[in-house]
Antibody, heavy 115, light 110 residues
Framework: EVQLVESGGGLVKPGGSLRLSCAAS????????MTWVRQAPGKGLEWVGRIKTKSDGGTTEYAAPVKGRFTISRDDSTNTLYLQMNSLKSEDTAVYYC??????WGQGSLVTVSS | EIVLTQSPGTLSLSPGERATLSCRAS???????LAWYQQKPGQAPRLLIYGASSRATGIPDRFSGSGSGTDFTLTISRLEPEDFAVYYC???????????FGPGTKVEIK
């Protein structure tokens, strides 16, 4: 059974940093392009960014609102995906989901940016 | 950048009725890369349709997708109580490799 479990969310002040983790199991993590999607309270879904497999170059793509502030990385030895978030703003407040392909989503991790 | 528009914003229907949801793209989208999701409160999105018309694993056949170019449709043939939720269309591009979501259609009980 495929499982994606996010962790690391919480309350952070504007300008602060936070790192989310996503523990993957039930599939070959090293073969999967992994994606982060977020959802602000009461709003729709917003793509955050993606990381390719190492065999596909391991490159990353980011949405314009987070480019230069967020970094996606992966550790294939521990089947873990990361989202490093710096210079956080109030508009980054959202539930953050990690996804593998289109079908598999984690349960989400809430990040609240507030003073 | 492709922009997806969904209509209507809210659809009020009764169980057993047919639901027709629309997704329009600002420019032509390859059918290969158009998906639909269902999301209930407090839950992650659930993939229903990919490739515009292929049902995802475990999705009942009352859900169907169609369309091409800039106009796509999700149809729920007969609404079950568990189908009342928000539905999002998504374009998952390869070049550039980004995802774009529509704003969603809420299907509510009339």
């Amino acid at each position: 059974e495929v499982q994606l479990v996010e962790s690391g969310g919480g309350l952070v002040k504007p300008g602060g940093s936070l790192r989310l983790s996503c523990a993957a199991s039930g599939f070959t993590f090293s073969n999967a392009w992994m994606t982060w999607v977020r959802q602000a309270p009461g709003k729709g879904l917003e793509w955050v960014g993606r990381i390719k497999t190492k065999s596909d170059g391991g490159t990353t793509e980011y949405a314009a609102p987070v480019k230069g502030r967020f970094t996606i990385s992966r550790d294939d030895s521990t089947n873990t995906l990361y989202l490093q978030m710096n210079s956080l703003k109030s508009e980054d407040t959202a539930v953050y989901y990690c996804t593998a392909t289109l079908q598999y989503w984690g349960q989400g991790s809430l990040v609240t940016v507030s003073s | 950048e492709i922009v997806l528009t969904q209509s209507p914003g809210t659809l009020s229907l009764s169980p057993g009725e047919r639901a027709t949801l629309s997704c329009r793209a600002s420019q032509s989208v390859s059918s290969t890369y158009l998906a639909w999701y269902q999301q209930k409160p407090g839950q992650a999105p659930r993939l229903l349709i990919y490739g515009a018309s292929s049902r995802a694993t475990g999705i009942p056949d009352r859900f169907s997708g169609s369309g091409s170019g800039t106009d796509f449709t999700l149809t729920i043939s007969r609404l079950e109580p568990e189908d009342f939720a928000v539905y999002y269309c998504q374009q998952y591009g390869r070049s550039p490799p980004i995802w774009t979501f529509g704003p969603g259609t809420k299907v509510e009980i009339k």
